[in-house]
């Protein structure tokens, strides 16, 4: 792989109101770039989030430290023309920092049909992804092959590249979902946002193959696995075991806690990732801030978390980086491990 990357990040608004960021501190966002960079030995990360200036700044640190930056502003819940206005914004930052760095790529969203307005039924991201998997929407879905939407999302792709590429010279992609049809003719490089779980876990790899027939790069933008045991069968869905109904968030039925399911899972796919020449992989996710740990089981959100560090209760540092509000998993140095060779 020529970019052994993690997603990073720096705020994102999936609920109205509720950032997975709410506080954003300079100081140990620096300090996370220097350790992805030294002891988790990624060369590249996927910056994400909703507000541009983090989005800078957190490019900024990452381009200091040698970092490749692919640039991944999302923007949830907005309208085709909100997203079009956020994208333009965005563009013109990212070729601020491309003449630091020729590099960069620039990530033009991510699984639209679920984000965006306009694309499937909903006013949210989450009554969208109902729409998808109703009756009628699994109907479609089969019938075209299991790539759907194409007609509406590519057509909605084809503006906002040329939107992005009016203002950025560089490398353009987009974090398609693996059930969405896209044209690639429009993209530098094949990217998806790739999970194993137990339905595709025996076409996998054929799943996978079928973006090298491009002729283009092919990245896996986003791959990975909560922290208790059968996350691994859930995949892109493990992170649906927190109950919000309640003003206190709390961890909806019994499950056990496993950073070791965790650890594996990653291993594995970075292990087919590299034995299939996949050009870029980012591994999803470093930290989840709105998912803390708590030594109740109930009410460890960090079981429904992809990071690949602990995130603490309010006020604790951890053991190994005193300096930070979280402790590495198990994940962490399997990743490091594998990152290092």
Not at 2 to 20: A, C, L, P, Q, W
Not at 154 to 172: M, S
Request: contains cysteine; glycine residues 8%; charged residues 25%.
């Amino acid at each position: 792989m020529n970019y052994k990357g993690i997603v990073y990040d720096v705020g994102t608004e999936f609920t109205k109101g509720r950032s997975t960021r709410s506080v954003f501190d300079p100081v140990i966002a620096q300090r996370e770039i220097s350790l992805i960079k030294n002891d988790l030995h990624c060369n590249a990360l996927r910056l994400c989030g909703g507000d541009i200036t983090r989005l800078k700044e957190t490019a900024g640190y990452a381009l200091g430290h040698g970092l490749f930056v692919w640039f991944s502003p999302l923007l949830v819940d907005a309208t085709p023309s909100e997203t079009l206005e956020f994208l333009a914004d965005s563009a013109r930052v990212a070729e601020d920092l491309r003449q630091q760095n020729p590099e960069i790529v620039f990530v033009v969203g991510g699984e639209f049909s679920f984000f965006m307005k306009g694309i499937l039924r909903g006013e949210d991201v989450y009554s969208r992804i109902r729409t998808f998997v109703s009756l009628p929407g699994l109907m479609r879905h089969l019938i075209t092959g299991g790539k759907w939407p194409g007609k509406a999302l590519n057509a909605f792709l084809a503006q906002a590249v040329a939107t992005v590429r009016e203002r950025f010279h560089g490398r353009v992609t987009y974090a398609s979902g693996p059930w969405e049809k896209v044209d690639w003719q429009l993209f530098d490089i094949v990217s998806v946002n790739y999970y194993r779980d137990s339905q595709n876990e025996k076409t996998f790899r054929a799943g996978l193959e079928e973006y090298s027939g491009y002729g283009k790069p092919v990245a896996v933008t986003e791959f990975g696995c909560c922290t208790y045991q059968g996350a691994d069968a859930k995949g892109a869905a493990g992170w649906a075991i927190v109950d919000t109904s309640l003003e206190r968030r709390s961890i909806r039925g019994r499950f056990i806690r496993s950073e070791e399911t965790q650890a594996r899972y990653l291993t594995d796919l970075l292990t087919v990732f590299r034995e299939d020449n996949i050009d870029a992989a980012f591994v999803f996710q470093f930290a989840s801030y709105n998912l803390p740990a708590d030594d109740d089981p109930g009410f460890d959100l960090d079981m429904a978390s992809y990071g690949i560090v602990k995130v603490l209760p309010a006020g604790k540092r951890g053991i190994r980086y005193p300096d930070m509000p979280w402790e590495p998993k198990v994940s962490f140095q399997a990743v490091a491990d594998l990152y290092t060779h």
